[in-house]
């Protein structure tokens, strides 16, 4: 069956960097995301990987994929404040609906 | 640009009652979901549709759980009756394709006494 999973809290202090991993089920997920949920909010895209690549970045955010292990990690540089929010996983299951981890909560220690 | 739409934003009410949340997409995607998120069981998906057609509602919880899209830009999630462990924030979100980028609404909070 599909299934995401991943930790569920990281503490950081200001300035360091965040690295939070996931793991998936579905080898045939085209794409993997991560969302990001702030207090009170709904899910905003944070940034996706294809899944024929290994490695994204954008900007502080940087994705790995190792489709052999069928694992996912966000990597946020910096980590600010900001950043403190509860952080999805998600695959793409037969190209059509999302599933989603639990969420890993990050909480930036100033 | 408006984003989606839930409404209302918060709900109390008693077990028994009938709860409707409604939902209004983003003007031109044409696929919808409705997701449920509980500290418990995380975000599940209930149901989604596309083109107003819906397609999975293999996670709607039981037949209390109802959902239609009568039209492109109106979506409605009932419960009927409700209990107290329905419980929960109720996201509806929509995409221009159906595994496209969701756009979420701000949710829903339901509280069954």
């Given at each position: 069956?599909?299934?995401?999973e991943?930790?569920?809290?990281?503490?950081?202090?200001?300035?360091?960097?965040?690295?939070?991993?996931?793991?998936?089920?579905?080898?045939?997920?085209?794409?993997?995301?991560?969302?990001?949920?702030?207090?009170?909010?709904?899910?905003?895209?944070?940034?996706?990987?294809?899944?024929?690549?290994?490695?994204?970045?954008?900007?502080?955010?940087?994705?790995?994929?190792?489709?052999?292990?069928?694992?996912?990690?966000?990597?946020?540089?910096?980590?600010?404040?900001?950043?403190?929010?509860?952080?999805?996983?998600?695959?793409?299951?037969?190209?059509?609906?999302?599933?989603?981890?639990?969420?890993?909560?990050?909480?930036?220690?100033? | 640009?408006?984003?989606?739409?839930?409404?209302?934003?918060?709900e109390?009410?008693?077990?028994?009652?009938?709860?409707?949340?409604?939902?209004k997409?983003?003007?031109?995607?044409?696929?919808?979901?409705?997701?449920?998120?509980?500290?418990?069981?995380?975000?599940e998906?209930?149901?989604?549709?596309?083109?107003?057609?819906?397609?999975?509602?293999?996670?709607?919880?039981?037949?209390?759980?109802?959902?239609?899209?009568?039209?492109?830009s109106?979506?409605?999630?009932?419960?009927?009756?409700?209990?107290?462990?329905?419980?929960?924030?109720?996201?509806?979100?929509?995409?221009?394709?159906?595994?496209?980028?969701?756009?979420?609404?701000?949710?829903?909070?339901?509280?069954?006494?």
């Open positions: 069956g599909e299934d995401v991943q930790s569920l809290f990281l503490s950081v202090r200001e300035g360091d960097s965040s690295v939070i991993n996931c793991t998936y089920t579905d080898s045939s997920s085209t794409y993997l995301y991560w969302y990001k949920q702030e207090p009170g909010a709904g899910l905003q895209l944070l940034t996706y990987i294809f899944s024929n690549m290994d490695m994204k970045q954008d900007q502080r955010l940087t994705v790995l994929l190792n489709k052999k292990d069928k694992h996912l990690s966000l990597r946020i540089a910096d980590t600010q404040t900001g950043d403190s929010a509860i952080y999805f996983c998600a695959e793409s299951i037969a190209g059509n609906k999302l599933v989603f981890g639990a969420g890993t909560i990050l909480r930036v220690k100033s | 640009d408006a984003g989606v739409i839930q409404s209302p934003r918060h109390v009410t008693e077990m028994g009652q009938e709860v409707t949340l409604r939902c997409p983003i003007s031109g995607h044409n696929s919808l979901f409705w997701y449920r998120q509980t500290m418990m069981r995380g975000l998906l209930l149901i989604y549709f596309n083109n107003n057609v819906p397609i999975d509602d293999s996670g709607m919880p039981e037949d209390r759980f109802s959902a239609k899209m009568p039209n492109a109106f979506s409605t999630l009932k419960i009927q009756p409700s209990e107290p462990r329905d419980s929960a924030v109720y996201f509806c979100a929509s995409s221009i394709q159906e595994a496209g980028e969701l756009f979420f609404g701000e949710g829903s909070r339901l509280t069954v006494l």
